[in-house]
């Protein structure tokens, strides 16, 4: 199921979302879905990586430990 939603743009982010349309040989609403779908997965990556660095119990590791831990596998 799908709705329908009216959204205002400014005239230069038309453009560039038409230019981007025409090349991907996709309609307009395809982009912004995608485009959508790709801001609210990076939205709650974003959401876990703060809460991971306001979270006073995530064990912190240096850059060294992380390269010598790496170098293990």
């Not at 560039?16 to 779908?37: C, G, H, V, W, Y």
């Not at 990076?42 to 979270?55: E, V």
Request: charged share 30%.
């Amino acid at each position: 199921m799908s709705t329908a939603i009216l959204v205002r743009l400014p005239e230069v982010l038309v453009e560039q979302l038409d230019t981007i349309s025409k090349e991907a040989q996709r309609p307009r609403s395809f982009i912004i879905q995608k485009a959508l779908e790709f801001y609210i997965e990076d939205y709650a990556d974003l959401q876990i990586a703060l809460d991971r660095l306001h979270d006073k119990t995530d064990i912190i590791i240096s850059s060294k430990e992380l390269k010598k831990s790496m170098m293990s596998l």
